[in-house]
């Protein structure tokens, strides 16, 4: 399975957007980029995913480089809620249910 | 929809006892999957199942047996719980179709003592 690459930790304040960036610059052809949140003392939570356009549904976006080797989430203003841990995990055609997780980014948004 | 729910919430076992933790859906969803998670360490793969009857080892299956006789249910077995598997267990599952979300349950958190 191909291996992400993400910042181990990020800060926000409140209201601003956040970009949240991912390397998987060894992306097979039919790999789906996905992401997870995980709040304190939660399950992960599906936040988007995308193959190849960019996506956006109405917890984030999810813009995707030309040539897929990297992407970023993007969470248009920042809440006090979206304090998580952000997973980017690509996900085989084929093995749709099967995810490696990374230790993703930990996400701290100030007041 | 309830969605996927784990039972027990917390638990507490002594080593070398057995124990299962389950894990239902309600979504009528093929894929279910099972994963560990340590203090301030990512998700790790423990087993998998692609449908009824089917099952495969993930990233860490030692010490865990699986076994998915319907659609519905995946229960986790611990044969002989040891410390080494204390840890936050959550239960996930997806319709297996082209890059289809996983949903996760709330989470078992095993002590083994």
Redesign the interface.
């Known amino acids: 399975d191909a291996k992400t690459t993400q910042p181990n930790s990020m800060e926000s304040n409140e209201e601003e957007p956040v970009h949240l960036p991912c390397n998987h610059s060894t992306i097979s052809g039919t790999d789906y980029i996905h992401w997870y949140r995980q709040l304190p003392s939660q399950g992960p939570e599906y936040v988007i995913h995308g193959l190849t356009s960019n996506v956006n549904n109405r917890m984030a976006s999810l813009a995707i480089a030309e040539d897929r080797k990297s992407s970023t989430l993007i969470l248009h203003r920042a809440t006090l809620r979206d304090a998580a841990v952000y997973y980017c995990i690509l996900s085989a055609l084929s093995n749709t249910g099967k995810l490696i997780f990374g230790q993703g980014t930990t996400l701290q948004v100030k007041p | 929809n309830a969605g996927v729910t784990q039972t027990p919430k917390f638990q507490v076992l002594k080593t070398g006892q057995s124990m299962t933790l389950q894990c239902a859906q309600d979504m009528n969803h ?4 099972w ?1 560990r998670q340590d203090p301030g ?5 423990i087993h ?3 449908g009824a009857g089917i099952t495969d080892q ?2 860490v299956p030692n010490g865990y047996n699986v076994s998915r006789s319907t659609t519905e249910d995946f229960p986790l077995r611990l044969l002989s719980a040891a410390p080494s598997q204390t840890s936050v267990y ?1 239960c ?16 078992t958190r095993l002590t083994v003592t």
């Open positions: 093929e894929y279910m999957s994963y360490m990512g998700l790790r793969l998998y199942s692609v993930g990233e959550f996930a599952s997806s319709y297996g179709t082209s890059g289809s979300p996983n949903y996760f349950g709330p989470g």
